[in-house]
C-alpha cells in the first residue's frame, strides 16, 4: 500500500490567516482526494486533486476558500484560506490505489483561535 | 447523495468478546472498505470488498459484502485492549460520483480489560 505523509502534522492558527497542507505519497498514484473530518464527526471529501488541472470541489467546498495543487503525481497541497474556529478540523490526504482501495495519511490537526 | 447508515454507534464490550458491527444503504455499492480510527490517526484500511457476497477475512476481522451490494458487515473475534477506537465503514457507489468514497458515521469500541 501507498505511504501518504503530510506537514504540519498539527498546527495552531489565528483567525483570517491561512495554511498549506503537503501531501506526499512515496508512489506515483492517479488519484488523489482531500477530506476533512469535524471534531467527533466521520470524513467528508472537500475535493479531488486532479494533476495538472483545476481540482474537482464537492458541494459546500469552493476554489476560493480550500484552493488546491497537485504539480505531480506524487505531491499535492491544501490551502485553508481566511481560517475561521470553524475551519478546525482533521484534513487528511487520501489516494487511491490498485482500483477503489484507497489509503489516508495520518492526518493535519488545525486549531483556529 | 447515497447516504451509509453504520450502527451501532458505540460499543462497550468485555475483553474476549465478539464485535459486530454494519452498514446499510438504500442504494448499491460497487465496493465496501472498513477502516480503523485510532485517537490522533489517520484512518487505517482494514479489509476491501469488491464483489457481491465475498466474505474476506484479516487476521480476527471478517468482513462481508452483501448480496444486495447494499449492506455489509464487520465481525471482530476475541476482542483485545488495542481494538479500541472508531470503526468506520466506506463504499463507492456505481454511478459517476464513483470516485467519491461515502462514508459511515463510525461505531466507537470500547473494550473493558
Known amino acids: 500500500s501507498a505511504v501518504i505523509s503530510q506537514k504540519p502534522s498539527r498546527d495552531i492558527c489565528q483567525r483570517g490567516t491561512s495554511l498549506t497542507i503537503q501531501c506526499q505519497v512515496d508512489?506515483?498514484?492517479?488519484?488523489m482526494f482531500w477530506y476533512r473530518q469535524q471534531p467527533g464527526q466521520s470524513l467528508t471529501l472537500i475535493a479531488t486533486?486532479?494533476?495538472?488541472?483545476?481540482?474537482?470541489?464537492e458541494s459546500g467546498f469552493v476554489i476560493d476558500k480550500f484552493p488546491i495543487s497537485r504539480p505531480n503525481l506524487t505531491f499535492s497541497t491544501l490551502t485553508v484560506s481566511n481560517m475561521s474556529p470553524e475551519d478546525s478540523s482533521i484534513y487528511l490526504c487520501?489516494?487511491?490505489?490498485?482500483?477503489?482501495?484507497?489509503?489516508f495519511g495520518p492526518g493535519t490537526r488545525l486549531l483556529v483561535l | 447523495g447515497q447516504q451509509l447508515n453504520q450502527s451501532p454507534q458505540s460499543m462497550f464490550i468485555q475483553e474476549g468478546e465478539d464485535v459486530s458491527m454494519n452498514c446499510t444503504s438504500s442504494s448499491i455499492f460497487n465496493t465496501w472498505l472498513w477502516y480503523k480510527q485510532d485517537p490522533g490517526e489517520g484512518p487505517v484500511l482494514l479489509i476491501a470488498?469488491?464483489?457481491?457476497?465475498e466474505l474476506t477475512s484479516n487476521g480476527r476481522l471478517t468482513a462481508q459484502f452483501g448480496i444486495t451490494r447494499k449492506d455489509s458487515f464487520l465481525n471482530i473475534s476475541a476482542s483485545i485492549p488495542s481494538d479500541v477506537g472508531i470503526y468506520f465503514c466506506a463504499g463507492h457507489p456505481p454511478t459517476s460520483e464513483g470516485n467519491k468514497l461515502v462514508f459511515g458515521a463510525g461505531t466507537i469500541l470500547r473494550v473493558k480489560s
Open positions: 487520501s489516494v487511491r490505489q490498485g482500483g477503489e482501495t484507497q489509503y
Open positions: 486533486a486532479n494533476q495538472g488541472s483545476e481540482a474537482t470541489y
Open positions: 470488498l469488491y464483489k457481491a457476497g
Open positions: 508512489s506515483q498514484v492517479t488519484m
